[in-house]
């Protein structure tokens, strides 16, 4: 076995080094410890790792995740077919999720200006209100992108979801929008 | 390719060495021609190649031939006696790394002729061999108890390839708050990894 790191890398600079967020001098110097150490180059292989059990999972659709345009375009050069409902506030669809599709996004759109604080609060059927906190939203960008869980929906039946979007404030929350999905399972 | 997805492969991560010895030493052993230290040193540096590959490339199988190549010039510059610190020998892997990493952007086919050269004493197998599988179901409970914004950072992180400064756009923060919930997401993920699924 190797000598143990005498001065191991703080994982903050990993991660900066493997997205290309640190400046070119400490890169160099990054680059030829984690050529020569054990116990640095083990710690950054396990954060890989992770980060391509995060890309396969995000591929199979596996959890609900806010995205940005980013991700569409991922998922479109990667040949998934990715089913989408934009929807205005005060918006009912009739939404579906087929054997043919890969993933599925909810499109919440709303004037998000000044917003400091967004929170999604779920109603589905049967089932109690589930308040989601601090959604990152561009102001912006007039929409929230939801990937939704695609093991999720495939087991639903038929039912309705609400979501609202609500920003709090002292004196309660304020409503952004309300948005009705009526799901119904693939008839194939 | 339908629904492929290239950068996707697992990454040794505990590769054990079966000797004390630092990789000065072993350096040192090969430069004499011994065959078992270029075994393991082989080992060692493989998996830190790589990472070096997948950091530039973003490419599994460009980074698995990086780690051919750079060995395979590493060790022919040791048996010639051609590195002359071999206390600095990640300097010199360094060095190597990147011109590879240049050449391969070029298309250059160096790999062909060394291996050519030196057969298959080098397996590409043993970069690969010490992979730790990963449990993904429980990776994607961990990615479930993340506060909302850590999920999306990582998700548009590692799945759409941004960097810190587009991340912030899509999702209305500031690039340095990006790098700060990035680090505080991976550290979770790791935490909640290590522990009992």
């Known amino acids: ?188 | 390719m339908k629904k492929g997805l290239r950068y996707a492969d697992p990454v040794p991560v505990n590769p054990e060495s079966a000797t004390d010895e630092s990789d000065a030493e072993l350096a040192g052993r090969v430069q004499a021609g011994d065959r078992v230290a270029e075994a393991e040193l082989y080992r060692r540096l493989a998996r830190r190649v790589r990472l070096y590959g997948l950091r530039h490339l973003r490419d599994p199988a460009a980074a698995d031939d990086l780690v051919q190549d750079v060995i395979l010039l590493t060790f022919d510059s040791l048996r010639a006696g051609k590195v002359r610190e071999r206390e600095r020998l990640a300097s010199f892997v360094l060095g190597t790394c990147r011109r590879v990493v240049i050449d391969t952007r070029r298309g250059a086919a160096r790999r062909e002729r060394l291996l050519e050269q030196f057969g298959p004493a080098l397996a590409p197998a043993a970069a690969a061999s010490d992979a730790k599988p990963l449990d993904l179901d429980h990776l994607s409970r961990c990615l479930e108890r993340l506060p909302e914004r850590e999920r999306a950072v990582v998700v548009l992180s590692f799945y759409s390839e941004r960097g810190s400064d587009e991340i912030a756009a899509e999702l209305g923060l500031s690039p340095g708050n990006v790098r700060v919930v990035r680090h505080r997401a991976l550290t979770r993920l790791r935490d909640c990894m290590g522990a009992p699924a």
Request: hydrophobic share 35%; proline share 9%; glycine share 8%.
């Open chain 1, 1 to 188: 076995m190797s000598a143990p790191c005498p001065k191991p890398l703080d994982t903050r600079v990993l991660t900066d080094y493997w997205f290309g967020d640190l400046p070119e001098s400490e890169q160099d110097h990054v680059e030829e410890h984690l050529l020569e150490c054990h116990d640095c180059s083990r710690a950054l292989s396990e954060l890989v790792a992770i980060g391509d059990g995060v890309r396969r999972l995000t591929h199979q659709g596996a959890f609900p995740v806010v995205v940005g345009p980013s991700y569409l375009e991922t998922a479109r050069r990667h040949g998934l077919r990715v089913r989408e409902y934009p929807v205005p506030p005060g918006g009912r669809v009739a939404c579906t999720v087929t054997p043919e599709d890969d993933l599925l996004v909810s499109r919440l759109q709303g004037d998000f200006n000044g917003v400091t604080r967004l929170d999604l609060v779920l109603q589905t059927e049967g089932h109690p209100d589930q308040r989601v906190e601090d959604l990152p939203v561009n102001p912006s960008s007039h929409e929230l992108i939801v990937a939704q869980s695609m093991p999720a929906l495939r087991a639903m039946g038929s039912n309705v979801i609400r979501m609202r979007l609500v920003s709090p404030d002292p004196t309660g929350d304020r409503l952004l929008g309300e948005y009705t999905f009526a799901h119904t399972p693939s008839e194939t």
